[in-house]
Nanobody, 125 residues
Framework: QVHLLESGGGAVQTGVFLRLSCAAS?????????????MVWYRQAPGKQRELVAG???????NYADSVTGRFTISRDNAKNTVDLQMNSLKPEDTDVYYC??????????????WGRGTQVTVSS
C-alpha cells in the first residue's frame, strides 16, 4: 500500500552535517495517504540493537535520544508526507544505518506501520 524512501545519507567527516529525508507515498497512484501518525528515525549499527534517534507527532511534538539532543532536529511536512532529520556536529558514534518509520499510515484501505529500507551514514574522524 505505502512505502517509505530515505535519502540524504553519506560519508562525512566529524563535525559536519547531513540532512536525511524520508518520503511516504502510495505504491500505486490510486493509493492515497490520508494521514500519518508518529514518524520516527531509528538507527542501527552492526551487531547492535536498533535505537530510537528522534520522533515527531503529527502535531510536531518531538523527542530525542540523549545522545543527539542539541545536535539533531527532526521535522515533518504533513502536506508532503515527509520527515527530515537535520544532523549537525556529527560524530563517529553516529555511524549507523538510519531507518525511517511511519506509524498509523492511513489510507482508504486501512492503517499501516511502515518502515523504510535504511540509509547509511558514516562519520570518520
Amino acid at each position: 500500500q505505502v512505502h517509505l524512501l530515505e535519502s540524504g545519507g553519506g560519508a562525512v567527516q566529524t563535525g559536519v552535517f547531513l540532512r536525511l529525508s524520508c518520503a511516504a507515498s502510495g505504491r500505486i497512484a490510486s493509493v492515497i495517504i490520508i494521514s500519518i501518525g508518529v514518524m520516527v528515525w531509528y538507527r542501527q549499527a552492526p551487531g547492535k540493537q536498533r535505537e530510537l534517534v528522534a520522533g515527531i507527532t503529527r502535531g510536531s511534538n518531538t523527542n530525542y535520544a540523549d545522545s543527539v539532543t542539541g545536535r539533531f532536529t527532526i521535522s515533518r511536512d504533513n502536506a508532503k508526507n515527509t520527515v527530515d532529520l537535520q544532523m549537525n556536529s556529527l560524530k563517529p558514534e553516529d555511524t549507523d544505518v538510519y531507518y525511517c518509520n511511519a506509524e498509523s499510515v492511513t489510507t482508504w484501505s486501512g492503517q499501516f506501520n511502515i518502515w523504510g529500507r535504511g540509509t547509511q551514514v558514516t562519520v570518520s574522524s
